[in-house]
Each structure stands twice: as structure tokens, then as C-alpha cells.
């Protein structure tokens, strides 16, 4: 075979196309290759391979934000009644007064000291001792008669000290202790404020004057 006959073959050859196995192997390596899974920013999902499958979940939705709201103090008037400290709402208070002259009322209950005019308006005064079923109190010239509202009707109560007004949290009135069986029925509740024990009273129980 001379030199140029031997040119003709080989540049036929390099011509030629692939063989099929060639041609098959090359589609199966493109096959082979996976499409690149979508991006997914980590805010919006979150993304999870399981056995060569992406599964993209959404993200939690973020819990509102809750405020608690502080509690609010409350202000007592805290007053002296058979050696013990007792308070009332200053809401319920009226006004604090000497003591005054008065009528007695016939048939009246014992706990009923008489009435005095406040204003043009008759109001009933009471004796807290006695309805709370204490020993006599102390009268002279710093006893005060404490005008209390309630049900739209003004009575006066009277004590043998007002010490003051104090504040205190809601939380910090306790029930009264199961034990406590004189005037039980008419305590709203125990505080403490410092190292003194006040006890609070239901105001419309300590004045119903029909009970």
C-alpha cells in the first residue's frame, strides 16, 4: 500500500461515526447527571435530603410578642380600732372629720351611735367596735369619724386613730387565716406593710346597718 492510499484510510476512519455503545454511554452519563435543587433562602423554608429527595418546609410563623402589664398599686386608708390596725379603699372614702355632736335614734341597733347632718343630708354613724364585735375603743380628741360611700349612701364610721394612707400591690392582700373567727365576716383581707399587719375591711358588710 503506498503512502497515499494509506492518508485515505485513516482520515475515513477519523470521519466515521461513534459506535453505539460509545453513543449510549454518553446519553447515560448525561442522564446521570441531577438538575441543581432551587435555592431556598432560610428565612422563607427550611431544606431537608431524605433518600436523595429535597423537601423544602416553611418556615415557622414567629410568635407574637406579648406584654404583661405592671400591676397596679393600691391605696388604703389605714386607720386604729380596738388595738389593731384596719384599712379601707380610699376610693370609698369621702372625707375625714372631728368628732361631732350627734342624735341619738330611738330603737336603733348598738352599734348605731346616732345621726348627724353632713351637708343637708342625714347620715347614720357607726361604731366599728362594736359592730366588729371589739373592745371599746379610745374617744378624745384624735378619734375621727371616716365618711364612707357605698350604694350611693354616705355613713360614718367612727375610729380612734387615722394613721395614714399606704400603698400596696393587689397580690400582697392575703385571704384572712381560717382561725380568725371574731369580725371574720366582714374582713376583705390581710396586708402586711413593713412589720405592721393592716386588716382590710369589706366595706358594705362592716356598714349594711340592716344585718
Not at 500500500?1 to 452519563?29: F, G, N, V
Not at 406579648?66 to 379601707?88: D, H, N, V, W
Not at 354616705?154 to 381560717?178: H, M, N, Q, S, Y
Request: with cysteine.
Amino acid at each position: 500500500m503506498d503512502i497515499l492510499a494509506a492518508r485515505k484510510k485513516a482520515a475515513s476512519q477519523a470521519k466515521s461515526p461513534k459506535k453505539p455503545e460509545q453513543a449510549q454511554a454518553s446519553e447515560s452519563a448525561a442522564v446521570a447527571q441531577p438538575e441543581p435543587a432551587p435555592a431556598v433562602t432560610p428565612a422563607a423554608a427550611s431544606v431537608q435530603e431524605t433518600a436523595g429527595t429535597v423537601i423544602v418546609k416553611p418556615a415557622a410563623a414567629a410568635e407574637p410578642e406579648t406584654t404583661t402589664q405592671p400591676l397596679q398599686e393600691i391605696e388604703l386608708l389605714s386607720f386604729r380600732i380596738g388595738g389593731e390596725e384596719y384599712a379601707l379603699m380610699v376610693d370609698d372614702v369621702r372625707e375625714v372629720l372631728k368628732i361631732v355632736p350627734m342624735t341619738m335614734v330611738p330603737n336603733a341597733p348598738a352599734f348605731i351611735l346616732g345621726v348627724m347632718s353632713l351637708r343637708g343630708k342625714i347620715t347614720p354613724i357607726v361604731d366599728l367596735c362594736k359592730r366588729l364585735g371589739l373592745q371599746p375603743g379610745v374617744r378624745d380628741e384624735k378619734s375621727r369619724i371616716i365618711v364612707v360611700s357605698t350604694d350611693e349612701e354616705d355613713v360614718g364610721l367612727v375610729v380612734d386613730r387615722v394613721t395614714g394612707v399606704l400603698t400596696v400591690f393587689p397580690d400582697e392582700i392575703k385571704p384572712a387565716p381560717e382561725n380568725v373567727e371574731q369580725g371574720a365576716g366582714y374582713i376583705r383581707g390581710i396586708t402586711r406593710k413593713g412589720d405592721r399587719l393592716h386588716i382590710l375591711l369589706d366595706l358594705k358588710k362592716a356598714v349594711a346597718i340592716g344585718d
